[in-house]
């Protein structure tokens, strides 16, 4: 049986790309495109701004290359951008409005029933505020703290908390809603 040193095989890919294959870069897009389009997807409501962002994200990888330092995953430093791009692209549409409340709810940890669908859940968590959106996304899908959020979007670190709080309250009660919904009783 051969082992492949995947690490390595990636490595030698970026270098590649870095000097300007265009075959390497057309793998590595192909290798990491469908899940950062997932990534911009968590910010962006719309599949083809998605898209979108997802495609000047790589530009910026593209671009940046030379950057990576082989420090962490490749992986991570991808999604990192296309992190960025989003929140970029959801700033420029000037849509964001941070309600500046340094009371908040402590975090309950109540978990989304697991009888609701993927899409379900997607849906509902596009349907939030804009900036309740992105503070959920980077706390709970990402893991960043709430330093760290306060840093990159600009706000207090009490205001991340609150638009969490707030987020989870309102995909609680929508989660509520759809449940009495599908037992009929509403």
Known sequence: MKVVNLHHEEKKLIEHALNNNRHAQHQLYSQFAPKMLSVCRQYVKDLQQAEDVMITGFMKVFTNLKNFEHKGSFEGWIRKIMINESISFIRAKKEVKFMEDESFFEDSHNSIESQLLLDDIQFLIDNLPEGYKMVF???????????????????????????????REMLQTQIQRLKNYSYGTE
Not at 139 to 167: C, D, N, P, W
């Open 137 to 167: 996304n980077l706390y709970v899908i990402e893991g960043f703290k709430h330093q760290e959020i306060a840093q990159m979007l600009g706000i207090t670190e009490g205001t991340s908390k609150s638009q969490l709080s707030r987020a």
